[in-house]
């Protein structure tokens, strides 16, 4: 399959890149692990970013009502068209980050590595029913993080206030062409609202950037240290960033807004 793979993409003019993320999945039956990880249904219309050589995408057309694919390679792309002819996809050749991604019901893609964060968070910005998203496993890791694991970040609380995140399986880093560097995980994720009320999103999310570039420290000496915010009275402020949740940050938040301690201002510095 290696080999096939290979000469493939050879004879499109392909070279993988890093800076692309470009690592194509060879094995088919995780191929269709994952795309039956995600239940599609005849009506609904499947978003693929990076379908590559459409070893994923060979499965979801034959299942799908549409096949939505996000191809940044102008070859692979035009190849993609030739190859799913015969199906109802819509191919849109260009970068996920710039263009406007249109409606679907669910995502189902082995994600570039480079640009897994931006692309999460976009995704998480549209209505739709859930994914099936392949990442690298460390940053897998940090999404589904719960409080005080080693591994809970930005990433975690983040992704917890916009989405349920369950780890399916992992995939070796071998059944990709090029390997990646490290192994991958494949994550069902599933937009939601978030549990508490969020008064800010973007104070928020900035008081959360600025807690876990200090997440050893104590809450109060971390936003002393990234917001210059001197407050003794602050809620949790004698915990450490690592122990604490995205509830109760939100009261932290809350609480800054209410005193004035913070502003839209602020979270533009």
């Not at 800076?19 to 239940?39: C, H, M, P, W, Y």
């Not at 070796?172 to 508490?196: G, H, M, N, Q, W």
Request: charged share 30%; hydrophobic share 35%.
């Amino acid at each position: 399959m290696g080999k096939s793979v290979k000469s493939r993409l050879r004879r499109l003019g392909v070279r993988p890149t890093q800076s692309l993320g470009q690592n194509f999945l060879e094995d088919t039956d995780i191929a269709k692990k994952i795309v039956r990880s995600a239940d599609i249904k005849s009506s609904e219309k499947i978003l693929e970013i990076g379908p590559g050589l459409g070893v994923l995408t060979d499965i979801i057309v034959k299942e799908a009502g549409k096949t939505i694919l996000i191809e940044k390679d102008e070859s692979l792309a035009s190849y993609l068209e030739g190859k799913y002819s015969d199906y109802e996809t819509s191919i849109i050749q260009g970068d996920v980050l710039e263009v406007e991604l249109p409606d679907f019901d669910k995502v189902v893609s082995n994600l570039p590595f480079s640009i897994s964060s931006p692309i999460t968070f976009k995704l998480l910005k549209c209505e739709f029913k859930g994914g099936v998203l392949t990442y690298q496993k460390q940053y897998a890791d940090r999404m589904i993080a719960e409080v005080g694991d080693q591994e809970y970040s930005r990433l975690s609380v983040m992704v917890s206030v916009y989405a349920e995140v369950e780890r399916l399986f992992d995939i070796s880093k071998e059944c990709f062409y090029p390997p990646p560097r490290v192994d991958a995980t494949v994550i069902r994720l599933i937009p939601s609202e978030p549990d508490f009320d969020l008064k800010d999103e973007e104070i928020f999310s900035k008081v959360v950037k600025e807690l876990f570039n200090y997440r050893r420290k104590k809450i109060k000496n971390a936003l002393e240290t990234g917001l210059d915010i001197k407050e003794e009275t602050i809620p949790y402020g004698e915990m450490r960033v690592g122990n604490i949740s995205p509830e109760e940050i939100n009261e932290v938040v809350n609480y800054l807004i209410k005193e004035e301690l913070i502003d839209k201002n602020t979270s533009d510095n």
